[in-house]
């Protein structure tokens, strides 16, 4: 089956800070999403991805399927920011709904 | 639109008893998935239900079984509990079958099993 892998694992900002999150992939698969859980379990859709780059505010994503991994960018970050990000994706048909990556746990302090 | 919900929020049950959770998809959506989340394992996908049938379907044992109504309401049920089910459980509705990147979630009912 697929395999996804997010890096780095855990991240600790301060307030106003940039940061790249990674997530690399087995397969040649074109549908790349990332999410972000907020600390009371909500997950919230961020990116449908399968290549190129999207932006949102001050969040933007850039995947490259050709080279198996995405990038999630975010700057100034606020505390809001703080989180999981994941990044997941389903094959052709969907028969294994979707493979989500371990995740980013990403803390702001302010 | 109101958006995905699911009852219970929080859920305590011992091990061997079986639980039911509820999910009711966004109106329109006519596709529901499950996903259990849990420390070890992360975000799994159990199933997917569309026109009341379950059309894809995880790597998990026969305890975890589902329905969907024709109203596209689901419910998950687990038999016999284990203590490995101490989980949350996620539902998330899309428009149409597999459409998996246009699935919005539900806020998850936390499981404890004692």
């Known amino acids: 089956g697929i395999q996804v892998e997010q890096s780095p694992p855990d991240l600790i900002l301060q307030e106003g800070a940039n940061s790249t999150l990674r997530c690399n992939f087995s397969?040649?698969?074109?549908?790349l999403q990332w999410f972000h859980q907020n600390p009371w379990g909500q997950l919230i859709n961020l990116f449908y991805i399968p290549s190129g780059t999207k932006q949102n505010g001050r969040l933007s994503a850039t995947t490259v399927a050709t080279e198996r991994y995405s990038l999630l960018y975010i700057s100034s970050s606020q505390t809001t920011d703080s989180g999981v990000y994941f990044c997941a994706m389903y094959s052709g048909g969907g028969a294994d709904g979707l493979t989500f990556g371990k995740g980013t746990h990403l803390i702001i302090q302010p | 639109k109101a958006g995905v919900t699911q009852t219970p929020r929080y859920l305590i049950k011992t091990r061997g008893q079986q639980v039911t959770l509820s999910c009711s998809p966004i109106?329109?959506?006519?596709?529901v998935s499950w996903y259990q989340q849990t420390p070890g394992q992360g975000l799994q996908f159990l199933f997917e239900y569309f026109s009341e049938t379950q059309r894809n379907k995880g790597n998990f044992p026969g305890r975890f079984s589902g329905r969907q109504f024709s109203n596209s309401r689901s419910e998950m049920n687990v038999s016999t509990l284990e203590l490995g089910d101490s989980a949350l459980y996620l539902c998330?509705?899309?428009?149409?079958?597999?459409?998996?990147?246009?699935?919005?979630f539900g806020p998850g009912t936390r499981l404890t099993v004692l």
């Open positions: 998330a509705s899309s428009p149409r079958q597999g459409a998996f990147n246009e699935q919005f």
């Open positions: 397969d040649s698969v074109n549908n």
């Open positions: 109106s329109g959506h006519r596709s």
